[in-house]
């Protein structure tokens, strides 16, 4: 599932990311990873971060991951690493590289074949 975002992401429009992530999440069949394309964003502030990392907890409570992509979008890049977010969340270049890694379940079965090896 994609979710693309343009324009501000700021403590004036956080309900919209909750409430579009609430409702992929609400969606059928439940996705197991939502990509969250933030490309097209110009302005990222510290309370559009902080809605970021809460909707990805709530996609991990829901068995969800939520991947975050930068887009080469400078602006979003850029608060991500100020506030340290990068290093938290889900965060890829582009839609491709969020795509290719997956929906976690192989890192789960990589384990267990090490643990019991």
């Known amino acids: 599932m994609f979710l693309t975002l ?10 919209v990311v909750v409430g579009a992530v609430a409702a992929a999440l609400a969606g ?12 097209g964003l110009h302005f990222l502030g510290a309370a559009g971060v902080r809605v970021l ?16 992509v930068t887009g080469g979008n400078a602006v979003v890049s850029r608060a991500l690493r100020l506030t340290g977010a990068d290093r938290v969340l889900d965060v890829y270049p582009d839609r491709g590289t969020a795509l290719g890694a997956g929906d976690g379940r192989e890192f789960l079965r990589l384990a267990a074949r090490m643990w019991y090896a």
């Open 6 to 15: 343009a324009g501000e992401l700021d403590a004036g429009t956080v309900l």
């Open 28 to 39: 059928s069949p439940e996705p197991r990873v939502i990509v969250l394309d933030l490309g």
């Open 53 to 68: 990392s809460a909707v990805t907890d709530h996609a991990a409570a829901q068995n969800a991951r939520l991947r975050i």
